[in-house]
C-alpha cells in the first residue's frame, strides 16, 4: 500500500487524528521505560508520521516495544492517549500485512500470539521455546535465569490450554 | 463470600501467589471459584493485531462467567486487570462490539448480554472484608516491620489521575492499618518491564535496578506486590550482580505472614531472593 | 416618535474583500431600493474611510435623508462613527441603525447565495426598525477629578504615579503591608539585570511622598459602587497595631518581639517576628502586628489571664515581665502558681503534637524569680469613692487590688487574725508556703489599701454601719467556711473532727492534733489536704474513703498521687453509714459498698448502695470532708441580701450586684465552694461592675459582655506546624515522700530555670501576636496600639483601575516533579528570595544543608502549556528561568541545564540575552522534563535528584544527577480577583484573567466604562509590558476625566406616568438606584444621570410603563418582522 494512504489510514484510525495536537516536547519519550530500545521515541515516530514518511514508522520497531505502562498517557501535557497510538500503528501493520524488517519485540508478540492461538492460554516456557528458535542466543543467554526458575519448581514445562482447543481455534480464526 | 475469579495464565507458575491467595482467602472466608474454561485475555498483545480479537477473548471469559452467574469478576494480575477492564469498557459502551463479539461466541453456544465489572482481588481483600479479624492479629511492634509496596504500572494507570497514578497510598494506607511501616518511596509504579524483559533483558535489569534503588533509599524489609509478572520480574532480575536485593513478595504473602499462617501454604520457598531475614524479624517481635 | 414619510438611506460595505465577494452586495443594494420609504441604497468598498462617511452626509444634506442605515461590520467597530457621520450632517445620530453582515453572515456563511440573502434579511430588519427610531439625548455630568486603583504592585504604582503627575487626586489600594507586589521579591530583572529594588524603589518612595496619591495599604476594597465619572468604593482597613504616622520603622519592637513564625514574604524559607516588616525599604516603613484569636489557654483560663504573654517572656528569660503580665489579672501570682487546677494545660494545642505546656509550673517559676514590687502600677487619679471589702480570700483581694489600681480608696475587713481566708485556713502550708501568701498580701496592701483583722460580719462591723461610715460599695467576700454534715448516726462523736476546722487548727497553730488512725471521708482537694495533713501531725495510718471510683474524683490529680506517695490507702466505692463509738469516743466507722448506676446531672455516675455489703472500718478519727457551705446569718441580720436554695448569696449574673443594689458579692459565697482562680474570675467581675456602678453607668456594662461573648471562640489559630519536633514534658522535683510526711516543708520545689525556658519554647504561639508589650516598652515613640481597630473608609472616584496582579502556579499539582517531598526541589519565586540579599540566606545561592550547589536544573513551563493545569503560555518564564541560569553560573560557577518546550524570548533586547545566556555555558534542553526523582543510576550519584527529558533534538533520554532544581511555575490570576470582578462587573475569561474590551483596540479598557486594566490581571506579561500598559490605562483615565465632564447614556429607562401603579418594584430592582418615587403624582420617575439602561425596571415592572429608550417595543417588533 502506498504511503499516502497508510499515512491516511492512520489519521483516520481511532484516534489516529489526536497526534495534530503533538507539541513535540518529548515527554512521552522520556516517560517510556522502554525508550533506549526503541529506535524512535513515541514524539520522533509521530513526527515521523506527520512528515508522512512511513517508511520508517512501519519499518520501526517502536510500537512493538510498547510494554503499555501507559506512562506516557497519564503525563502527555496534550493529554494524547499515546500508548492507544501504539496499538492503533501495531493493528494497522499487521493488518495491511505490509512486509517490514522483523524486530525481536515483533518475534516476541508473534510467539506469544501463537500459543494463544493455538491452546486458548499462554505458557511461559512454549513462548520462551518458541522465541529462541528465532533467537537463539537471546535464548541461551536466559538459560541461567531458567534454570533457577526451574529449581523453584516454577517452570511449567505441561502446556495451559483451554477445554477445546479445537473449538476455540475455530472461532479464533474466523475473526477480523 | 463467593466471587468469579479470573486466574490469567501466569498465575499457577507464580511463587506462590495462588497457595497464599487461598490461604489468605479461607481466612478471610472469601471462595474464589476459577472460571471454567476461561481463555487468556490476550494481554498487551492481541490488542496490537485486532480490536475484534482482542474484545472476542475478554467477551468469552465474560460470558462464561456469566454464565456461572457473575458479573463482577476478580483477578490477581495486573496485565488482566487492565486488558479485562478496558475491554469491558469497550463492549459497554460500543453496541456494535458487543454484537460482533457474540457472534462468534455463539458458535460455542455462549453469549455475553450483561455488563461485566472487573476487580483487583485486593480490592475485595482490603475493602469488603470484616475488620475484627485484621484487628486481632494487630501488633504496635509491626512499626519495625518496613515494607515498600510496588504497584506496578497498570493497577493504577490508566485508571488514575494525579498523585494516585505515581505515588498512590492505598496499600500503604491499609498496611499502615495493620501497623506495618509502609514507606514512602518514588519507585512505587515504575514499570518493570515485563512485557518487554525477554528481547531485552539489559533493560529490564537496568528499569528493576532503579526499582531497588529506590526502595533502598527508604531501608526497606521488603517489597510488596500484587502482579506475577511485577513479581517475577523483580524477583528474577535482582539475582543479578550488583544489583540490591530485597525480598520480593506477593501482598498475600505478606499478610498471610500476619496471621501467622504456616509457612508451608504461602509458597515462600518459591521466591529466589530469599524471605527469611523477614520472616525472622516478624517472628521475633515482642507484641506491644 | 417620527414616522412620518421617513427617508432612508441604505449603504452597503465590501470591507474591502471582508463582506464582498462573498455577500453580493450590489444585489443587495439593489433589493434596498425596493424597500417602503428607501430613497437611496448604495454600496461602497469601505463606508468607514472618509469618503464613504461623506457619502452619507452628502445624501442627507442633499437628498433630506432622515433615517440611515449602514450594512457592514459590528456596531462595536463603527456605529460611532456612523453616527458622528449623521450629527456632523446635522441629522441626530439616533436615527441611524447598523446591519452586521459581516459577523452575521459574510464570515460565518459559507455559500454565497445563501450569504447574499441573509445580508438582505438583516437589512430589510435594520430598515424596518429605524423608520421608528426617535432623536434621543445625552447630558453632560461632571466626574470626580480621582482615580481609585485597586491593586499596589509595578502596574498599580505606575498609573497612580501617571495620573497624580497629571494632577488627578489617586487613591492606591494594596492588600499588603507595602506597595510594590511580586517585583519587591525579585533581586535582578531580565533582560538588563538591574536589580528589582534600585529601579522600583524610586517608584514607591515618590508613592509614598506624593501629596495627590493617597496610599491605603493592608486595606482591600470592599464594595464598589457608582457609575463612570462618580465611583464610590469602600475601603476595610486592617489594623497593624503599630501608627502610620508616628512609626519610624526603627525595628526595636521586632527585636524585642518573643514569637517567631514563618515568613510568607520569604515563601516560608525563614522566620519573620509577630511584629515585622517584609523588608527594609518596604513603604510604607510602618511596621505591622498580626494577631490571630486569643490563645486557647487564654481562653480557658477563668481569670483571663495572658497566659501565652507570660510564656513568651519565662522563654526569653524576662522574668519580671512575666510577673508584670500575670498581676494584670492574677494578684496572687505564687499562690495560683502553686495550687491553681490549670484548665489552661487542658486546652493547650501542644498537647495534639506531644504535651501540654507546663504553663502552672512556668506561671511559679516565673513569680519564685521576679519582684512584686516592681510590678508597675498604673498611673490613676486617686478617687474619693470608698468601698469596702468583706473578708480577705482570693475573691475579696482581688475586689480589693484592681479597685486600688484604679484610684478607689478600699478597707478590708477580715474576722480572723491574719489575711487570706481558705488560702491561710484551708490548703495547708506543704502545698503553700505561709511566706509566700504573706509576702502577696503584704505587696497588695502596700498599694495603699487598710485592712482591718480581727473585724468581721458579726463581730465589730454591720452592713448598716458600714453604709453611715459612708462606703459607696460593699463586696462580700465571706467565703464558704461552714462544714457540710454527712447526717449520720454518732456524728458528733468524739473524734469526729471536720476538714476546715481541722485544717484551720493544723495551719494556724499546728497542735499536731491527729489521732493514730484517722479516715477521711470525700474525694476533693480539701479531703486530700486534711488526710495528708493528717499524716503530718502525727497520725500512723489514714484511709480515704469515697463513694466513687478514682476516676470520678474531684481532687487534682497531683494531689492524689502524692496521698498515694505518702501511704495513704485510697478506699473507693464506699460510702459512710454510722460512726461506731464506745463511750463517745470513736471507734470505727461503718461503711456500706457502692456500684456504679447512671450518671446524674454532674454528668458523673450516681453511686447506688448494695445491699448487706456494710462493713466497718476500725479508727479512731474521723474528718469528714464532704463541702461548706455560707454563713450568712451575720450577714442577714441587718439587711434584706436573698439567698439561694444552696444558701449562698444570689447575685445577678451580669452585674454580680446582690439584691440590695450597693452590694455586691463573688466567690464561694457566691458559687459555692470552688477554686481559688474561679474567685479571682468572680472578682474580675465583680470590680468592673463596682466600677461601672459608681461611674453610674451599669447600663453599659451589659453590652460590654454581650460583645466579648459574641468575639470569642472564632478559633482563628496559628496552624501547628508539620515538623515540630517531641519534647518530654518538664517535671518540676518532690521531696521524698518518706521526709515530706514528717513535716510541713513545701513538697513541689518548682523548675529548673534551664528546664522552664525549654519548656516555654515549645509553645506554638497559637494567637501569634503574645500581647506581651515588650513592643509597646520598646517604641520610642510610642507607635503601638494593641486596641487598634479597623477602619472603614468611603472615598469617591471618577475612573477606577484594576491591577490586582497574579499568583504562581501551586507546584504540587505536578506531582511528578516532587515539589513539596524532595526539598531541594523549590519553585521560582522561593529562589528569587533565596537569591535575594534581603532574604533567608542574605542572597547566598544554597541548598538546606548549607552546601552550595554544583548542579541545578530549571525546569520551564511547569503549569502552563499543558492542558491539564494552564493552557496558556506564561510568557515570563523562558526569560526569567534564563535570568536564573545566568545568576546561578554567576554566584556558584555550577553546570546548568534549561529544560524548555520551545525558547520563547520576543522582546527588546531579550533574544541577545539568550546568547549571552548560551555563551555562558549553559547547557540548554530542548524538551520538557518528564519527572524529577531521587532514584539515581549510579551510586555515586546517591543524594541527588535525577531529572529525566528527551534532549529532543538528539532524540536522547538524559537522566541528569543534580543538586537543585528550580520549577519554573506560570502565572494564574490573583487570589480574590474574582471577587474584585464581581465587584467591578468586569467578565473574567476561563483562565480567571479580566476580559479587555476589545483584544487589539482596546488592551486597557473594560466594557464597563470608566474601569481599567493594567498588568497581569489581564493576562501575563512582563514588566516592560506591564509598565507600559499600566501607563496606558492611566492615560486612559486621564483622557476620560480631564473634560470634567462625562455624557450620560441617552439609551436609556423612561417610565410612562400614565401606566405607572406607583408598585415601586422598579425601585426595588434597579441595581443603580436611578428611580425615584414621585409622592406628588404617586409614580416612579427615572434619574437620567443615574440610569444605566440596563432594563431590569422594564423586565420587572407588571404594568408595562418603564421601558428602555431605542429598545421600545416598537422598535424590536418591527426589526423582528424584517427578519420573517
Known amino acids: 500500500m502506498d504511503k499516502e494512504n497508510l499515512q491516511h489510514l492512520f489519521f483516520e484510525s481511532e484516534p489516529g487524528k489526536e497526534i495534530r495536537k503533538c507539541i513535540q516536547c518529548g515527554t512521552c519519550s522520556s516517560s517510556c521505560p522502554m525508550t533506549d530500545a526503541m529506535d524512535f521515541g513515541p514524539r520522533s515516530l509521530f513526527a515521523l508520521i506527520r512528515d508522512g514518511d512511513m517508511e520508517a514508522v512501519i519499518n520501526s520497531n517502536s510500537p512493538w516495544m510498547c510494554v503499555s505502562c501507559y506512562q506516557c498517557t497519564s503525563r502527555c501535557p496534550q493529554e494524547i492517549p499515546v500508548t492507544e497510538l501504539m496499538y492503533s500503528l501495531k493493528r494497522i501493520i499487521t493488518q495491511t500485512k505490509e512486509k517490514t524488517q522483523s524486530n525481536k519485540a515483533k518475534d516476541l508478540h508473534r510467539s506469544f500470539s501463537s500459543s494463544l492461538k493455538l491452546f486458548g492460554r499462554v505458557t511461559e516456557s512454549f513462548i520462551m521455546a518458541k522465541y529462541s528458535l528465532k533467537h537463539p542466543l537471546t535464548g541461551l543467554s536466559s538459560i541461567p535465569l531458567a534454570v533457577q526458575l526451574t529449581k523453584k519448581k516454577r517452570v511449567e514445562l505441561k502446556m495451559q490450554k483451554v477445554g477445546s482447543p479445537f473449538k476455540f481455534r475455530r472461532s479464533f480464526k474466523h475473526l477480523r | 463470600m463467593k466471587y468469579a475469579f479470573f486466574p490469567g495464565c501466569a498465575h499457577d507458575t507464580s511463587a506462590g501467589y495462588k497457595e497464599s491467595l487461598d490461604a489468605v482467602c479461607s481466612k478471610l472466608d472469601i471462595e474464589l471459584l476459577e472460571i471454567p474454561d476461561w481463555n487468556c485475555c490476550g494481554a498487551t498483545i492481541t490488542a496490537g493485531e485486532s480490536k475484534t480479537s482482542s474484545l472476542y477473548l475478554a467477551a468469552r471469559s465474560f460470558a462464561l462467567s456469566e454464565k456461572m452467574g457473575y458479573t463482577q469478576i476478580l483477578t490477581g494480575c495486573n496485565a488482566c486487570y487492565t486488558t479485562l477492564k478496558k475491554s469491558a469498557k469497550y463492549l459497554s459502551s460500543d453496541k456494535h462490539r458487543l454484537e460482533a463479539a457474540n457472534k462468534h461466541l455463539a458458535s460455542e453456544g455462549l453469549e455475553l448480554t450483561k455488563e461485566i465489572t472487573i476487580q483487583h482481588v485486593m480490592d475485595i481483600i482490603f475493602d469488603k472484608t470484616p475488620k475484627p479479624i485484621w484487628d486481632s492479629y494487630k501488633n504496635n511492634a509491626l512499626q519495625n516491620i518496613n515494607i515498600a509496596c510496588y504497584y506496578g504500572c497498570q493497577y493504577t494507570r490508566p485508571w488514575l489521575t494525579g498523585p494516585q497514578s505515581d505515588r498512590p497510598e492505598y496499600i500503604e494506607n491499609f498496611l499502615t492499618g495493620l501497623g506495618f511501616?509502609?514507606?514512602?518511596?518514588?519507585?512505587?509504579?515504575l514499570c518493570c518491564g515485563a512485557a518487554g524483559a525477554m528481547p531485552n533483558a539489559d533493560i529490564a535489569k537496568k528499569l528493576v535496578a532503579r526499582i531497588a534503588d529506590g526502595v533502598k533509599k527508604e531501608s526497606a524489609d521488603a517489597i510488596v506486590t500484587i502482579c506475577p509478572l511485577c513479581q517475577l520480574n523483580v524477583d528474577m532480575y535482582q539475582t543479578q550482580p550488583d544489583i540490591e536485593q530485597i525480598p520480593t513478595l506477593f501482598f498475600t504473602q505478606l499478610l498471610g505472614l500476619y496471621f501467622k499462617i504456616d509457612l508451608e501454604n504461602l509458597g515462600l520457598d518459591k521466591l529466589l531472593i530469599s524471605p527469611e531475614p523477614l520472616i525472622e524479624k516478624m517472628q521475633n517481635l515482642k507484641s506491644a | 416618535m417620527n414616522v412620518q414619510n421617513p427617508k432612508i438611506g441604505v449603504y452597503i460595505c465590501h470591507c474591502g474583500m471582508n463582506i464582498y465577494p462573498k455577500v453580493d452586495v450590489m444585489k443587495v443594494a439593489e433589493?434596498?431600493?425596493?424597500?417602503?420609504?428607501?430613497?437611496?441604497?448604495?454600496?461602497?468598498?469601505?463606508?468607514?474611510?472618509?469618503?464613504?462617511?461623506?457619502?452619507?452626509?452628502?445624501?442627507?444634506?442633499?437628498?433630506?435623508?432622515?433615517?440611515?442605515?449602514?450594512?457592514?461590520c459590528s456596531p462595536r467597530m463603527h456605529e460611532p462613527t456612523f453616527r458622528k457621520a449623521c450629527e456632523t450632517a446635522g441629522l441626530n445620530r439616533f436615527y441611524f441603525q447598523m446591519a452586521n453582515i459581516r459577523e452575521h453572515s459574510s464570515w460565518v456563511t459559507l455559500d454565497s447565495d445563501m450569504a447574499t440573502q441573509k445580508a438582505m434579511e438583516l437589512v430589510t430588519a435594520a430598515v424596518k426598525r429605524v423608520s421608528f427610531h426617535a432623536p434621543l439625548y445625552t447630558k453632560d455630568v461632571p466626574v470626580q477629578k480621582s482615580v481609585l486603583i485597586i491593586g499596589g504592585g509595578i502596574a498599580g504604582m505606575q498609573s497612580a504615579l501617571t495620573a497624580a503627575d497629571a494632577g488627578f487626586k489617586v487613591h492606591l489600594v494594596e492588600r499588603e503591608t507595602y506597595i510594590g507586589g511580586h517585583m519587591a521579591k525579585f533581586d535582578k530583572t531580565f533582560p538588563t539585570l538591574d536589580c528589582a529594588a534600585c529601579i522600583s524603589t524610586p517608584k514607591t518612595v515618590s508613592i509614598g511622598q506624593h501629596q495627590d496619591i493617597t496610599l491605603h495599604s493592608y486595606s482591600e476594597v470592599t464594595e464598589l459602587s457608582g457609575f463612570v465619572g462618580n465611583y464610590k468604593a469602600v475601603i476595610r482597613k486592617k489594623p497593624?497595631?503599630?501608627?502610620?504616622?508616628?512609626?519610624?520603622?526603627?525595628?526595636?519592637?521586632?527585636?524585642?518581639?518573643?514569637?517567631?513564625?514563618?515568613?510568607?514574604?520569604?515563601?516560608?524559607?525563614?522566620?519573620?517576628?509577630?511584629?515585622?516588616r517584609s523588608f527594609p525599604q518596604a513603604v510604607p516603613l510602618t511596621f505591622c502586628i498580626e494577631k490571630k484569636d486569643p490563645a486557647p489557654c487564654r481562653i480557658s483560663c477563668p481569670a483571663g489571664t495572658n497566659v501565652q504573654g507570660y510564656v513568651q517572656m519565662v522563654k526569653t528569660g524576662n522574668y519580671q515581665q512575666a510577673l508584670n503580665i500575670i498581676m494584670e489579672r492574677l494578684p496572687l501570682p505564687g499562690v495560683l502558681g502553686r495550687v491553681c487546677p490549670h484548665p489552661c494545660e487542658t486546652d493547650c494545642r501542644r498537647s495534639l503534637t506531644d504535651s501540654a505546656v507546663s504553663i502552672r509550673d512556668l506561671k511559679r517559676f516565673?513569680?519564685?524569680?521576679?519582684?512584686?514590687?516592681?510590678?508597675?502600677?498604673?498611673?490613676?487619679?486617686?478617687?474619693?469613692?470608698?468601698?469596702?471589702?468583706?473578708?480577705?480570700?482570693?475573691?475579696?483581694?482581688?475586689?480589693?487590688?484592681?479597685?486600688?489600681?484604679?484610684?478607689?480608696?478600699?478597707?478590708?475587713?477580715?474576722?480572723?487574725?491574719?489575711?487570706?481566708?481558705?488560702?491561710?485556713?484551708?490548703?495547708?502550708?506543704?502545698?503553700?508556703?505561709?511566706?509566700?501568701?504573706?509576702?502577696?498580701?503584704?505587696?497588695?496592701?502596700?498599694?495603699?489599701?487598710?485592712?482591718?483583722?480581727?473585724?468581721?460580719?458579726?463581730?465589730?462591723?454591720?452592713?448598716?454601719?458600714?453604709?453611715?461610715?459612708?462606703?459607696?460599695?460593699?463586696?462580700?467576700?465571706?467565703?464558704?467556711?461552714?462544714?457540710?454534715?454527712?447526717?449520720?448516726?454518732?456524728?458528733?462523736?468524739?473524734?469526729?473532727?471536720?476538714?476546715?476546722?481541722?485544717?484551720?487548727?493544723?495551719?494556724?497553730?499546728?497542735?499536731?492534733?491527729?489521732?493514730?488512725?484517722?479516715?477521711?471521708?470525700?474525694?476533693?482537694?480539701?479531703?486530700?489536704?486534711?488526710?495528708?495533713?493528717?499524716?503530718?501531725?502525727?497520725?500512723?495510718?489514714?484511709?480515704?474513703?469515697?463513694?466513687?471510683?478514682?476516676?470520678?474524683?474531684?481532687?487534682?490529680?497531683?494531689?492524689?498521687?502524692?496521698?498515694?506517695?505518702?501511704?495513704?490507702?485510697?478506699?473507693?466505692?464506699v460510702g459512710p453509714k454510722k460512726v461506731i463509738t464506745q463511750d463517745g469516743k470513736v471507734i470505727g466507722l461503718e461503711c456500706i459498698k457502692n456500684e456504679l448506676g447512671p450518671a446524674d446531672d454532674s454528668g458523673r455516675r450516681r453511686p447506688v448502695p448494695v445491699e448487706g455489703s456494710e462493713f466497718i472500718i476500725d479508727c479512731d478519727m474521723i474528718i469528714p470532708a464532704i463541702g461548706q457551705r455560707v454563713e450568712s446569718s451575720p450577714v442577714l441580720e441587718d439587711t434584706d441580701v436573698d439567698l439561694t436554695a444552696w444558701g449562698t448569696f444570689n447575685v445577678d449574673q451580669i452585674t454580680f450586684q446582690t439584691s440590695v443594689p450597693s452590694v455586691f458579692a463573688a466567690g464561694d459565697a457566691v458559687t459555692g465552694p470552688a477554686t481559688v482562680v474561679e474567685a479571682v474570675a468572680g472578682g474580675h467581675r465583680v470590680v468592673r461592675a463596682i466600677e461601672k456602678y459608681l461611674n453610674n453607668e451599669m447600663e453599659l456594662l451589659e453590652d460590654e459582655i454581650r460583645q466579648e461573648n459574641k468575639m470569642a471562640g472564632k478559633n482563628?489559630?496559628?496552624?501547628?506546624?508539620?515538623?515540630?519536633?517531641?519534647?518530654?514534658?518538664?517535671?518540676?522535683?518532690?521531696?521524698?515522700?518518706?521526709?515530706?510526711?514528717?513535716?510541713?516543708?513545701?513538697?513541689?520545689?518548682?523548675?529548673?530555670?534551664?528546664?522552664?525556658?525549654?519548656?516555654?519554647?515549645?509553645?506554638?504561639?497559637?494567637?501569634?501576636?503574645?500581647e506581651c508589650m515588650e513592643c509597646v516598652n520598646a517604641c520610642e515613640v510610642k507607635a503601638v496600639d494593641h486596641e487598634m481597630e479597623e477602619e472603614i473608609i468611603e472615598v469617591d472616584a471618577g475612573a477606577v483601575i484594576l491591577s490586582t496582579g497574579f499568583k504562581t502556579f501551586q507546584a504540587e499539582k505536578l506531582f511528578q516533579y516532587g515539589y513539596g517531598i524532595y526539598p531541594e526541589v523549590y519553585t521560582s519565586l522561593e529562589f528569587e528570595r533565596l537569591n535575594n540579599a534581603t532574604g533567608p540566606t542574605s542572597g547566598s545561592i544554597q541548598m538546606k544543608n548549607g552546601k552550595t550547589p554544583e548542579r541545578v536544573a530549571i525546569v520551564h513551563c511547569v503549569g502552563s502549556r499543558d492542558s491539564r493545569n494552564n493552557k496558556y503560555c506564561s510568557r515570563v518564564c523562558c526569560m526569567y528561568s534564563m535570568k536564573f541560569a545566568?545568576?546561578?553560573?554567576?554566584?556558584?560557577?555550577?553546570?546548568?541545564?534549561?529544560?524548555?518546550?520551545?525558547?520563547?524570548?520576543?522582546?527588546?533586547?531579550?533574544?541577545?540575552?539568550?546568547?549571552?545566556?548560551?555563551?555562558?555555558?549553559?547547557?540548554?534542553?530542548?524538551?520538557?522534563?518528564?519527572?524529577?526523582?531521587?532514584?539515581?543510576?549510579?551510586?555515586?550519584?546517591?543524594?541527588?535528584?535525577?531529572?529525566?527529558?528527551?534532549?529532543?533534538?538528539?532524540?536522547?533520554?538524559l537522566r541528569t544527577p543534580v543538586d537543585m532544581v528550580i520549577l519554573s511555575v506560570g502565572l494564574e490570576a490573583a487570589e480574590g480577583s474574582e471577587d474584585v470582578g464581581r465587584m467591578a462587573g468586569v467578565s473574567r475569561d476561563k483562565d480567571g484573567w479580566f476580559n479587555e474590551l476589545h483584544a487589539k483596540l482596546a488592551p486597557v479598557s473594560t466594557p464597563i466604562s470608566g474601569i481599567f486594566l493594567a498588568g497581569c490581571c489581564q493576562g501575563p506579561k512582563d514588566i516592560p509590558d506591564t509598565v507600559a500598559q499600566a501607563s496606558g490605562a492611566a492615560g486612559e483615565a486621564i483622557s476620560l476625566l480631564s473634560k470634567g465632564t462625562v455624557s450620560t447614556k441617552a439609551e436609556i429607562s423612561f417610565i410612562d406616568p400614565e401606566l405607572c401603579a406607583g408598585c415601586k418594584t422598579c425601585i426595588e430592582v434597579c441595581a443603580y438606584s436611578a428611580i425615584d418615587f414621585d409622592g406628588s403624582r404617586d409614580v416612579s420617575v427615572v434619574n437620567e444621570t443615574l440610569c444605566q439602561g440596563c432594563g431590569s425596571c422594564s423586565s420587572a415592572c407588571p404594568a408595562s410603563a418603564a421601558g428602555v429608550k431605542q429598545f421600545t417595543d416598537l422598535q424590536l417588533m418591527n426589526e423582528l418582522e424584517g427578519f420573517l
Open chain 3, 366 to 573: 516565673a513569680a519564685d524569680n521576679a519582684k512584686l514590687e516592681d510590678v508597675p502600677l498604673p498611673k490613676v487619679e486617686d478617687r474619693d469613692e470608698k468601698i469596702a471589702v468583706i473578708g480577705s480570700g482570693p475573691a475579696g483581694l482581688t475586689v480589693a487590688y484592681y479597685l486600688r489600681r484604679k484610684g478607689f480608696k478600699v478597707s478590708i475587713f477580715e474576722s480572723m487574725e491574719k489575711p487570706g481566708g481558705m488560702l491561710r485556713t484551708g490548703i495547708p502550708d506543704y502545698r503553700l508556703p505561709p511566706a509566700i501568701l504573706d509576702a502577696e498580701i503584704d505587696h497588695i496592701l502596700s498599694t495603699g489599701i487598710e485592712m482591718n483583722t480581727g473585724v468581721g460580719l458579726g463581730n465589730g462591723i454591720t452592713l448598716a454601719g458600714l453604709k453611715e461610715q459612708g462606703f459607696d460599695a460593699i463586696f462580700l467576700g465571706i467565703g464558704a467556711h461552714v462544714p457540710v454534715k454527712m447526717n449520720i448516726e454518732n456524728e458528733d462523736a468524739d473524734g469526729v473532727i471536720d476538714a476546715v476546722p481541722f485544717l484551720k487548727e493544723e495551719n494556724l497553730e499546728r497542735p499536731g492534733s491527729a489521732k493514730k488512725r484517722v479516715v477521711v471521708v470525700g474525694g476533693g482537694n480539701v479531703a486530700m489536704d486534711a488526710a495528708r495533713v493528717a499524716i503530718r501531725s502525727g497520725a500512723q495510718s489514714v484511709s480515704i474513703v469515697y463513694r466513687r471510683t478514682r476516676n470520678e474524683m474531684p481532687a487534682d490529680h497531683e494531689e492524689v498521687e502524692g496521698a498515694i506517695e505518702e501511704g495513704i490507702e485510697l478506699i473507693n466505692l
Open chain 2, 181 to 189: 511501616n509502609a514507606v514512602n518511596h518514588s519507585a512505587k509504579t
Open chain 3, 716 to 770: 482563628d489559630f496559628l496552624p501547628v506546624p508539620e515538623d515540630v519536633p517531641v519534647v518530654k514534658r518538664a517535671k518540676t522535683s518532690f521531696m521524698e515522700p518518706s521526709e515530706r510526711k514528717n513535716c510541713f516543708d513545701e513538697v513541689d520545689l518548682g523548675l529548673d530555670e534551664a528546664s522552664a525556658q525549654k519548656d516555654a519554647e515549645k509553645c506554638l504561639n497559637c494567637g501569634l501576636c503574645c
Open chain 3, 31 to 72: 433589493y434596498a431600493k425596493t424597500l417602503t420609504h428607501v430613497s437611496v441604497a448604495s454600496e461602497y468598498k469601505f463606508m468607514c474611510s472618509n469618503p464613504g462617511q461623506e457619502l452619507i452626509i452628502e445624501d442627507i444634506k442633499q437628498r433630506g435623508l432622515n433615517r440611515v442605515v449602514v450594512a457592514s
Open chain 3, 240 to 276: 497593624r497595631y503599630i501608627n502610620e504616622d508616628t512609626c519610624t520603622g526603627c525595628g526595636l519592637c521586632a527585636e524585642k518581639c518573643p514569637v517567631s513564625v514563618p515568613d510568607p514574604f520569604n515563601e516560608n524559607l525563614g522566620n519573620r517576628k509577630a511584629v515585622y
Open chain 3, 886 to 957: 545566568h545568576l546561578v553560573r554567576e554566584k556558584t560557577g555550577a553546570e546548568v541545564w534549561e529544560y524548555y518546550i520551545d525558547m520563547r524570548s520576543p522582546g527588546k533586547l531579550y533574544e541577545e540575552f539568550y546568547d549571552r545566556v548560551q555563551e555562558e555555558g549553559v547547557h540548554f534542553v530542548r524538551g520538557r522534563v518528564a519527572e524529577i526523582t531521587d532514584i539515581t543510576d549510579h551510586p555515586e550519584d546517591d543524594g541527588r535528584l535525577t531529572v529525566v527529558a528527551e534532549n529532543t533534538l538528539t532524540m536522547k533520554t
